[in-house]
């Protein structure tokens, strides 16, 4: 069975046992004229009134956008916003970088991510998480902090939050109020949205809205300055627009996760031995960090003592910057790493994604095959393989000639589950 999987740019394909048990999406067509559908969606938005007519021209706007690790489709989306908002002068609009803790994108990259015109002729700021000069403290969290937002968008006169909606391993669905939070966040804010226990709690998980305290605490701090208009897509395979959700931030949002779970989540009947999975491809599998999400997507199925092969390129590292690599070293085991990050007093940024993937190991063996060097790897506690055809004849050894395979040559853009109860 020949199978090809998101990895990079251009993919990679193997040959694998007949048996493989695929699982993807239905491949939804492209929208045939994307740009005219998005300028309906913002002339008939869900639940606001158009967006023209709720901006005025002596507003100030600001354009929240996904940094370079999410494929959105930047480019298209914000000129055809400021397209529909031409009565507003341009230096009345800023578009903030949704970064999170992610470092800076460089000029070169906001051209890829938007466009030489916008570039040229709009202000740009990366969101400064550790930066309180460049935040504003708009009040306290249920959850137990101090909120802390970028300041130009809190004080613009007219928000709106751009993303795209895909399954998200901790706050169920991305998009829609993650964009605020915590892609405009500062760290003590985002430091609580990603503690042990937010992280921990068994309805953090992939597809659940109800009662996701991740999901609760970024829809809370959202409604604190929320954003005035959303637009978020879905995608395809080549990163395609599939559907459009504009207009109100919360029921534009919902919207759009019933489309994506929908279309997105498998029941399966059993868990397997083997799970071979990409991380999308690129953007997403830029670094080892982000590659955790593919990780996740294949442990909802993994047997316990099971093996899950993850392609991710990597090719931005693991990444050099943040402390993803360092807590590693804090470390001997998968299990040693829970026990620290699960103590109280240790509070670390990037502690979040050793967790996910601690617990991931402790159950499975993981396998990264990549551009990495065995050494760094290594150095995550993880297994490196160059050849996946071979590993997988190799791990018919440990779970003999029946060994049982699934595949999700889209990674976490299809979400397979066995529990059902988990995502009532």
Known sequence: MNTELLYGKEGISLDLPDHSFIIEPKNLPKLENEEEAIRQALRNPIGAPP???????TDTVSIVISDITRPTPNHILVPLLIEELSHVPLENFV?????????????????QMLGEWVVDHIRIVNNQCHNKEELVNIGKSKFGCDVYLNKDYVETDFRIVTGFIEPHFFAGFSGGPK????????????????????????????????????????????????PDFMLNVTLNREKEITEIFAGELYEAHDKG?????????????KRFDVVIASNSGYPLDQNLYQAVKGMSASHKIVKEGGSIII??????????????????????????????INNP???????WQVQKQAVIQVWADVYVYSKLTDEQVEGTML??????????????????????????????????????????
């Open 51 to 57: 967006l023209k007519e709720s901006v005025k021209s």
């Open 95 to 111: 578009i903030i970088n949704g970064t999170g803790t992610h470092r800076d994108q460089t000029r070169e990259e906001f051209v």
């Open 179 to 226: 964009g605020i939070m915590p892609g405009i966040a500062g760290i003590e804010t985002i430091m609580t949205f990603h503690n042990a226990r937010m992280i921990g709690d068994p309805l953090s998980t992939w597809g659940n809205m109800v009662n996701n305290p991740v999901q609760d605490m970024t829809r809370e701090i959202n409604g604190m300055c929320k």
């Open 257 to 269: 996760c019933a489309f994506v779970k929908e279309h997105t989540m498998f029941r399966c009947d």
């Open 311 to 340: 392609a991710s390129e990597c090719s931005d590292g693991l990444p050099d910057h943040g402390n993803y690599s360092k807590i590693f070293e804090m470390a001997d085991t998968p299990q040693d790493l829970l026990d620290m």
């Open 345 to 351: 007093e240790f509070k670390m940024f990037d502690q």
């Open 383 to 424: 297994k490196p393989t160059h050849d996946i055809e071979k590993t997988i004849d190799d791990l018919k050894k440990k779970y003999g000639e029946d060994m049982t395979i699934a595949v999700l040559p889209l990674g976490p853009l299809s979400i397979p589950y066995v529990e059902e109860k988990e995502f009532v």
